[in-house]
């Protein structure tokens, strides 16, 4: 009776798990299918169960629009604010875990605080300083305000990694003469590689999914990026391109999808960060 319970056990809950799958993926699947189907049988007004698959979105958006050119500028942008990010980061997270100053932890907030701001709220003043800076219109200034956005989450997320990481191990370095900065880079960086990567990737996703400063600083295509080429495809003569919309957002969500799946074994922490330890 116990192996029967178990095996019932067992049985709902692979059941219940490749329900839960099914449900996160179909929506996936229909999404591309969106994509591969011809415009024409999108918009029809009753339901088509047999439709036909093509190629012409894809030969859509790398035809008649510079999709090599936003994925340049996608990446470009994205990369360089998450090395700004980390560089400026991990200095910062291993000050606020490990040195003892006054009002450390109100700097700490305050550094939390930015990411809660609402972004329409500076947007613009941050218009009129990228215009008197002479960066509207710039991938430099897509880099600089990805990574003013990211940095606070950043910082915490490493810095609750730092704080796992025993003191004794670093009291053993500087009793051997190593330097802070030696110990920031030959110890401390290494152990707590799997929350760098976690805040990496996180900031990753928060700027593919920016829009609002990115149509406001990329005013033509010289700068624009994959969330502003969506919007290029709800408008105009065309009317609403939605084979062309769900194949760009499809090439958008992928890569994302990977990094999410290598690193889901950390990513968990690195968003339930400061649970116990403040």
């Known amino acids: 009776m116990a192996r029967k319970s178990q095996a019932g056990s067992l049985t709902l809950r692979y059941a219940v798990l490749f ?3 099914l449900f996160c993926v179909v929506p996936i699947i229909w999404f591309l299918t969106i994509g591969l189907r011809p415009r024409t049988e999108i918009i029809l007004p009753r339901p088509l169960y047999l439709p036909t698959f093509t190629l012409d979105a894809w030969n859509m958006i790398w035809t008649s629009w510079p999709m090599g050119a936003y994925l340049r500028n996608s ?19 291993y000050s606020l875990a490990r040195y003892k100053y006054r009002f450390r932890e109100d700097i700490g907030f305050y550094i939390l ?16 300083l990228f215009k ?6 710039s991938i430099w200034a897509l880099m600089l305000i990805y990574a003013a956005m990211n ?5 915490w997320i490493v ?12 009291d053993a370095a500087r009793t051997d003469g190593a330097s802070d900065l030696r110990i920031l880079v030959s110890i401390v960086i290494p152990m707590c590689l799997p929350g760098i990567i976690t805040a990496a990737v996180i900031a990753v996703i928060f700027a593919i999914n920016e829009f609002l ?10 700068a624009y990026t994959l969330s502003v080429a969506l919007a290029n495809f709800t408008g105009g003569s065309d009317g609403v391109i ?5 194949m760009v957002a499809f090439l958008a969500f992928v890569p994302v999808l990977v990094l999410v799946f290598a690193i889901q074994k950390h990513l968990s922490r690195g968003l339930t960060m400061g649970a116990v330890k403040g």
């Open 19 to 21: 329900a839960w799958a």
């Open 113 to 128: 605080s930015t990411r809660m701001m609402a972004p329409a709220v500076v947007a613009i003043p941050i218009f009129f």
């Open 151 to 155: 940095l606070s989450l950043v910082t």
């Open 242 to 246: 939605y084979n062309a919309i769900s």
């Open 75 to 93: 990446l470009a942008a994205i990369l360089g604010s998450v090395i700004i990010d980390l560089l400026l980061a991990i200095p910062a997270a």
């Open 132 to 137: 008197t800076l002479g960066l509207l219109d």
């Open 213 to 222: 400063f990115t149509l406001l600083i990329a005013s033509t295509q010289n």
């Open 159 to 170: 810095r609750s990694y730092m704080l796992d990481i025993p003191p004794e191990i670093e």
